[in-house]
């Protein structure tokens, strides 16, 4: 089970693993397979998960990016990314990030890891990253060693249901 106060390790053979266990039952879970969700797999340990909200009466389109970079005690990295390059390269981009504020996940683009660095977090209990950045909080929404990415995919769909807000805007520097 993961902690707060302590952070992850990276095991990748141990994320491919846990990717390749959880998905069968997270479609099972969802009843859909995966080309009827739209989700792609384009590496042994990547998951790319299309998303959407609406605000205003505009739908908008994200591509949310589920990378497996550690063993069953730890969710997976979530990122929103490019759709062009399946990646994020910072504030020049942050109009790729839905605006999701809610008790439960709130996305930040250009977060202050430990190291200095400026990176996108998804601020969620359910996200690699919240442990890395050794965040604190409740121990009740911590993330359990039998929970699979669907707790994950599961968290955000609620924000965009409850507190999207847009898109962000292009960032004008």
């Not at 095991?11 to 859909?32: I, K, M, N």
Request: net charge negative; aromatic share 10%; proline share 6%.
């Amino acid at each position: 089970m993961a902690s707060h106060g302590v952070r992850p390790t990276i095991d990748l053979q141990a994320g491919t693993q846990v990717l390749d266990q959880h998905l069968p039952r997270v479609l099972s879970f969802r009843g859909q397979t995966i080309e009827e969700l739209g989700w792609s797999r384009p590496s042994d340990r990547t998951l790319l998960v299309p998303m959407r909200g609406t605000f205003g009466g505009n739908t908008e389109e994200y591509l949310l990016r589920l990378d497996f970079l550690a063993g069953s005690d730890w969710p997976p990295s979530a990122r929103f990314v490019n759709p062009a390059t399946l990646d994020y390269a910072g504030l020049a981009e942050q109009h790729h990030l839905p605006q999701l504020t809610s008790p439960e996940v709130h996305v930040h683009p250009a977060y202050q890891n430990p190291s200095g660095q400026k990176i996108q977090l998804v601020c969620c209990s359910a996200v690699f990253e919240y442990y890395d950045v050794n965040h604190g909080g409740e121990d009740t929404t911590l993330w359990r060693t039998g929970d699979t990415f669907n707790h994950t995919l599961a968290a955000i769909e609620r924000a965009f249901r409850n507190h999207y807000s847009g898109r962000f805007d292009r960032h004008a520097g």
